[in-house]
């Protein structure tokens, strides 16, 4: 497949989850915060829901963006944790056709320096299904800010060595990784 050499940014089409059985539109600061930071990168917010945490409801919403050639990418907030209700991990994973193991790695390593070692109960994780990009983060708005900055280059068709684009756009983004 021939690539471009000086691909340029490509808007994605990317769906807001926020897993939270409290949080309402108006309280729902860390979906505020993504939708903010991915309209200040160019992206479009196609879809923003808020899903109580329950294993077959995330699955019912997630599945049906997975399903939608429309959304490139999802970024998910809450659930993550090791509380009884917190199950986005096992609800998500199963879907993914591939873990992005370093998402989660990175995400630890960044976070250790704010929080110490109490990032150890973070459970962030990401994966592609169906050419979709899914990245599951903590639900602290600081948690967010820290996971965009490992996100945000990787949703980016000019980021090099290597980004997400490529699998998740094809040829459309005119580029690889």
Aim: aromatic content about 8%; charged content about 15%; proline content about 3%.
């Amino acid at each position: 497949m021939a690539t471009n050499a000086n691909p340029t940014f490509e808007p994605l089409n990317v769906a807001v989850l926020t897993v939270s059985d409290s949080r309402t539109e108006k309280t729902d600061t860390s979906g505020h915060y993504f939708d903010k930071a991915l309209t200040a990168a160019g992206h479009v917010v196609a879809d923003k829901q808020i899903v109580i945490d329950d294993i077959y409801l995330l699955r019912a919403q997630v599945s049906a963006w997975i399903a939608s050639a429309s959304i490139h990418a999802i970024l998910v907030t809450g659930g993550t944790g090791f509380t009884k209700r917190d199950s986005t991990p096992e609800a998500l994973s199963v879907l993914f056709d591939k873990q992005i193991e370093g998402f989660g790695e990175l995400f630890r390593a960044k976070s250790f320096a704010e929080i110490g070692s109490s990032t150890i109960q973070s459970r962030a994780l990401a994966g592609i299904a169906n050419k979709t990009v899914i990245f599951c983060c903590p639900g602290s708005t600081g948690a967010c800010k820290t996971a965009w900055g490992i996100i945000q280059p990787q949703l980016d068709a000019s980021h090099r060595p290597c980004n997400f684009v490529g699998q998740i756009m094809g040829a459309l983004a005119g580029s690889s990784s």
